[in-house]
Structures are given as C-alpha cells and as structure tokens.
C-alpha cells in the first residue's frame, strides 16, 4: 500500500513517524508521556485529537516543540490565523520554538455552550489561565471553579481538569502552563 506523501500526512501519523524514528515502541512512549499506551495509539491513529496538555507531553517526549507537532496544520489553516482546530475549541501557540523551556502559553478559543471532548485530562505541571472574554467552568479534581472575564486560576495540572464554555458566546482565555 502506498504511503501519503509527507506534507499531508496527519498529527497522529507525524506523531507516530517521530517516536519510530527515535527507536520507541508505544510502552516506552506512554512512560515517557504518562499517558497510556491504547490513549496514544488512538492519537496516532486519528481517532483522538489530544488537548494542549497532551501535546505538551507528546512533544516533551519526542524533544520537539509543540507547534513543530502541528507545522502541517499551521500551512493549511493560514488563513485561519494558524490556529489548531478540535470539536470544542481553537488554540493558538504563542511560544513557538521553546522546546527545551518549561513555559508554554496558548490562546485558547472555546466554542459557545462546548466542553473539551475527553472526559477530563491531566498531566505533569502547572497551569494558569486567564479569561479575556466569556465564562468558562474549570473543573479541576473534585473542585469546579466559574470563571468570567478578568478572573485567573492557577492550579496543578496534574489533577484531572475539565473545560467547558458556559457562554452562548466564544469564551477566550489565555493558557500558561508550566511543564518541569
């Protein structure tokens, strides 16, 4: 079967061609990801668009930077100020190239009334968002915290943390995280 040429290949297929050409198997990229290995897999097989914090991880593992994850993306999405889409939000890269920082932050755009589509996500680090318009619901463990324009939240991001939009209004929040 022939192979699709580079530059139309998908997120999870470059994910993929990444850690086969560091030697990898998926056990040895779920540790070094933290996430499990069946999770990944449904990454590079297209069936899961990971949320920031995954990407994150995914691109710590594989000594990339994150936005060199979605660089395909960016080309075909320019006119659409080269934002990354999933089903419930848009989110923009606005530290390209710090792939050996720590620090990483994101212009997250939230779609009215949605929720990230996985049930809640964790990873290593911290984070800290900033609501520049909208209100959102930040569950993060057993705790829900509603957030309007102006409000901040800063919390562990190794908690398991949901997001949801709960204005009929895209909601736009600044998203620093802080991975060690």
């Given at each position: 079967m022939p192979t699709k040429p580079r530059s139309s290949r998908s997120l999870g297929e470059r994910i993929q061609d990444m850690r086969k050409k560091q030697k990898m198997n998926l056990?040895?990229?779920?540790?070094?990801?933290?996430?499990d290995a069946d999770y990944l897999a449904k990454?590079?097989?297209g069936k899961i668009s990971?949320?920031?914090g995954a990407l994150i991880q995914i691109s710590r593992a594989l000594a990339v930077d994150s936005s060199t994850l979605l660089a395909e993306e960016k080309k075909k999405e320019r006119a659409r100020?080269?934002?990354k889409r999933t089903k419930a939000y848009l989110y923009k890269n606005l530290t390209p190239g710090a792939?050996?920082?720590?620090?990483w932050a994101y212009l997250i755009t939230l779609e009215p009334k949605k929720e990230h589509e996985r049930v809640e996500y964790q990873h290593e680090g911290e984070e800290f968002v900033y609501v520049i318009?909208?209100?959102v619901q930040i569950q993060v463990g057993?705790?829900?915290?509603e957030l309007k324009k102006g409000a901040s939240l800063h919390f562990m991001s190794s908690q398991p943390h949901t997001l949801k939009n709960l204005?009929?209004?895209q909601s736009k929040l600044l998203v620093v995280v802080y991975a060690p």
């Amino acid at each position: 079967m022939p192979t699709k040429p580079r530059s139309s290949r998908s997120l999870g297929e470059r994910i993929q061609d990444m850690r086969k050409k560091q030697k990898m198997n998926l056990d040895a990229f779920a540790k070094k990801t933290g996430y499990d290995a069946d999770y990944l897999a449904k990454i590079e097989e297209g069936k899961i668009s990971p949320p920031v914090g995954a990407l994150i991880q995914i691109s710590r593992a594989l000594a990339v930077d994150s936005s060199t994850l979605l660089a395909e993306e960016k080309k075909k999405e320019r006119a659409r100020s080269y934002r990354k889409r999933t089903k419930a939000y848009l989110y923009k890269n606005l530290t390209p190239g710090a792939e050996d920082k720590h620090l990483w932050a994101y212009l997250i755009t939230l779609e009215p009334k949605k929720e990230h589509e996985r049930v809640e996500y964790q990873h290593e680090g911290e984070e800290f968002v900033y609501v520049i318009e909208g209100r959102v619901q930040i569950q993060v463990g057993k705790k829900g915290h509603e957030l309007k324009k102006g409000a901040s939240l800063h919390f562990m991001s190794s908690q398991p943390h949901t997001l949801k939009n709960l204005s009929a209004r895209q909601s736009k929040l600044l998203v620093v995280v802080y991975a060690p």
